[in-house]
């Protein structure tokens, strides 16, 4: 699964990788989904909850981060 961020709705979003097995850990870390058509599935704001979450368990497909969502995450998990 990737993580990135979505700059005109200023959230993390998930990409998903193995469809079943992230879906589960999306909806364990407490991500939302704006439903049909396009099923995107977004952290919350502000996201670093969701975000922590998924961190400590991980989807079986991995987990990467791009940079821009990266660039956001760090200074809210300084705070």
Known sequence: MNIG???VNHE????FQDFAADLEAVKAA???????????WYAPAPGIKALNRLRA???????TISEAALAVYKPLAEM
Request: charged content about 20%.
């Open 5 to 7: 961020w979505d700059a």
């Open 12 to 15: 993390f979003v998930a990409e």
């Open 30 to 40: 407490g991500f939302h989904t704006d439903g049909p058509p396009g099923w995107r």
């Open 57 to 63: 368990n991980r989807p079986a497909s991995g987990l």
